[in-house]
């Protein structure tokens, strides 16, 4: 696909969400299983539920389109995912892999966020009023997550720094 318009730099972001999405659904299963906090547990296990809406939210998106949010695989989730479960095998199980977690969660919520504010615009530049109000849902949702995270981080960084 040649892109040389909003419009088409729109849906091929679109697209890319798809794929980035769909890989954290595989990712946040291991999370779960990885974390040692019940919160982190709990933050990781709801945040999956919330990412098959979000993964609904896009499909809903590019219907009203007259698109399909299939086609693109996203290579920055794919580095920031692989580069986390790199860092889970590299730290030892405890406090400070459950930081470990959190930062490698916290990577992932900022590249969505950053990606569904960009999108979210694009959708009101185009005259979309129906499909911005359901990315800015999403972009909330994500940053409600990554803002959870910092919360639980200040009890488990400081358990984990008693570990030294
Ligand atoms: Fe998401
Ligand atoms: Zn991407
Ligand atoms: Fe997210």
Redesign the pocket.
Known sequence: MSVDTIEKLFIAELKDLYSAENQ?TKALPKMVKAAMSADLKKAFES?LR??EG?IERLVEICNILGTTPKGKSCAGMKGVLSEGSEMLQEVEEGDVRDAALISAAQR??HL?MAAYGTVRTYAQLLGQPQVAKLLDETFE??KA?DQKLTSISQKVNAQAKQNA
């Open positions: 954290i945040h919330e990412t979000q992932v919520e969505e949702e994500e997550a």
